[in-house]
Structure formats: structure tokens, C-alpha cells
Nanobody, 115 residues
Framework: QVQLVESGGGWVQAGGSLRLSCVASGIIVNANTMGWYRQAPGKQREWVATITTLGGTNYLDSVKGRFAISRDGAKSTVYLQMNSLKPEDTSVYYC?????????WGQGTQVTVSS
């Protein structure tokens, strides 16, 4: 059974930083594509970042240069380092994993950025 548990969200002023963590069980993080989505109130869920099995990374244009996705296989954890946060980054952030044709999601962690 695959489980993804996010943490690290919270409230921060604009320009601040947060690091989100996603602890995975039931899958090997280095062997699967993993990443982050976010969903703001009243909006559709939006892809943010991905890290592939080869370690390649991709980002939503609006977060390039500010966010960085990484992973630690020994800790079975994927991270999203978020710097220079803006009020428009306010969302619930969801970790996801794509494994053997299936998509798995965490429960989400709230990030609120005040101006």
C-alpha cells in the first residue's frame, strides 16, 4: 500500500521560505516519478514540480528559480524547497507519485503567504 505524508506547510510573509517534505511508504522514491501539485481556493489543481527516476527536474514557469525539488532515497522523502514566496503561492500543496501506471496522492499541506 502506497502512502504519502506531507509536512512543512505553514504561514510565512512574502519573501520568506518554507521546505515541504513528503515521506513515502510502499514505493521507492528513487525508482518512481514524484512531484508536487498545488490547489488554491476556487481553482483547479496545478502541477508545480517533478523529479524523474533519473533525477531530472521540471518546474512550473512561475516557480522556476524560486522552488527546488529534491529527494533522499535513504529517508524515502521528497522535498520542495520554496524561496522568495509570493502571496500567489498560497495553496494546499500535494505530493504525488507515479508508479506502475498509477497515481498516488498525499493529503496535502497548507501554505499561506501573506503580503
Amino acid at each position: 500500500q502506497v502512502q504519502l505524508v506531507e509536512s512543512g506547510g505553514g504561514w510565512v510573509q512574502a519573501g520568506g521560505s518554507l521546505r515541504l517534505s513528503c515521506v513515502a511508504s510502499g514505493i521507492i522514491v528513487n525508482a518512481n516519478t514524484m512531484g508536487w501539485y498545488r490547489q488554491a481556493p476556487g481553482k483547479q489543481r496545478e502541477w508545480v514540480a517533478t523529479i524523474t527516476t533519473l533525477g531530472g527536474t521540471n518546474y512550473l514557469d512561475s516557480v522556476k528559480g524560486r522552488f527546488a525539488i529534491s529527494r533522499d532515497g535513504a529517508k524515502s522523502t521528497v522535498y520542495l524547497q520554496m524561496n522568495s514566496l509570493k502571496p500567489e503561492d498560497t495553496s494546499v500543496y500535494y505530493c504525488y507519485a507515479r508508479s506502475r501506471g498509477n497515481n498516488y496522492w498525499g493529503q496535502g499541506t497548507q501554505v499561506t503567504v501573506s503580503s
